[in-house]
């Protein structure tokens, strides 16, 4: 399986991105879709998941103003930010595992988020 993310880049604090991430093949049988992100000189961090019955979970520091979907038809995984904080700077990556019999744990190259003040 591999990860194509995109729609990163230099935003204004209150500004909008939405980043997408594209999985080769079906994503039908993945079980959690996420995004993930790395500040700088930090650990990578879970921002939110989603799973294939479309359940979402949030990181606190993202509630109310990140919402993670996902597009089983075009195999792709969303994260819309609204509200973008300076703090939100990182390198967004996106994840995907799929359970049981031929489980994998994917990663993709990551997108660079940069909100300036």
């Known amino acids: 399986v591999q990860l194509q993310a995109s729609g990163g880049g230099l935003v204004q604090a209150g500004g909008s991105l939405k980043l997408s991430c594209v999985v080769s093949?079906?994503?039908?049988?993945?079980?959690?879709m996420g995004w993930y992100r790395q500040p700088p000189g930090k650990q990578r961090e879970m921002v939110a998941l989603i799973s294939n019955v479309g359940s979402t979970y949030y990181a606190d520091f993202v509630k109310g103003r990140f919402s993670i979907s996902r597009d089983n038809a075009k195999n792709t995984v969303f994260l819309q930010m609204n509200s973008l904080k300076p703090e939100d700077t990182a390198v967004y990556y996106c994840n995907v595992q799929k359970f049981g019999t031929q489980s994998f744990n994917s990663w993709g190259q990551g997108t660079l988020v940069t909100v300036s003040q």
């Open positions: 093949g079906s994503i039908f049988d993945i079980n959690i």
